[in-house]
């Protein structure tokens, strides 16, 4: 990221629209250099698109326990997964935001952000379907009813509706629509930092 922000003119972009984008544990990445770039100062980034992202290593939401036999990514994976990358210190008080971004305290200053999550997945939770309790209003969340863990192979497809006396999960709801993927992170990334409550789009 750093090398292209230096080489965009070089390379034709606008160093003013630099975004980053991660799927799964890409997604996680994606939050994680957004999180550096701010505290080391740059380079500038103007939005942020996480895919069902892997945010949090402790592993203590709902849905990383109701999800112990998930058909594509189930609890057990996701413990191996943050050990393979942790080891020892996985679900401990001493890991980084930047390798868990979820442990993240401070979001200010961060750009744009365009999530989704399926319902039925393990991260559902820590992906903000139910909060952070503050979450910046930048950040567009887009629930994705009944929907797993490899949801996103069919991101551009509109959410279908929660199955009837399906879990109504506790909080705020998701923000939902029968928008494509690509029309919601568009019009997220016209979101500014402020000024914009959460669960609506700008208009």
């Not at 393979?84 to 980084?96: F, K, Q, W, Y």
């Not at 868990?100 to 939770?125: H, K, Q």
């Not at 950040?139 to 996103?152: E, K, N, Q, S, V």
């Not at 506790?170 to 990334?189: D, E, Q």
Request: proline share 9%; aromatic share 6%; charged share 20%.
């Amino acid at each position: 990221m750093v090398w292209t922000a230096k080489n965009a003119a070089e390379l034709g972009i606008d160093p003013d629209r630099l975004a980053v984008a991660g799927i799964s544990a890409g997604g996680g990445l994606a939050a994680a250099t957004v999180l550096l770039a701010r505290d080391r100062g740059g380079p500038s980034l103007a939005f942020q698109m996480l895919i069902c992202p892997m945010l949090d290593d402790r592993n203590t939401t709902p849905s990383s326990h109701e999800f112990a036999e998930a058909v594509v990514w189930n609890r057990a994976a996701n413990l191996f997964g943050w050990a393979a990358l942790l080891g020892d210190d996985a679900g401990t008080d001493g890991v980084s935001p930047y390798a868990a971004p979820a442990r993240a305290t401070d979001l200010s200053g961060l750009p744009p952000a365009y999530i989704d999550v399926g319902e039925l997945e393990v991260f559902r939770d820590e992906c903000g379907w139910c909060g952070p309790a503050s979450p910046p209003s930048s950040t567009c969340i887009r629930g994705l009813p009944r929907l797993r863990h490899d949801a996103a192979r069919h991101g551009d497809q509109p959410p279908g509706r929660r199955r009837a006396g399906g879990r109504a999960a506790p909080g705020p709801a998701p923000l939902t629509s029968g928008r494509s993927r690509t029309s919601w992170r568009a019009r997220c990334a016209r979101r500014r930092p402020a000024g914009s409550a959460r669960g609506t789009a700008p208009g």
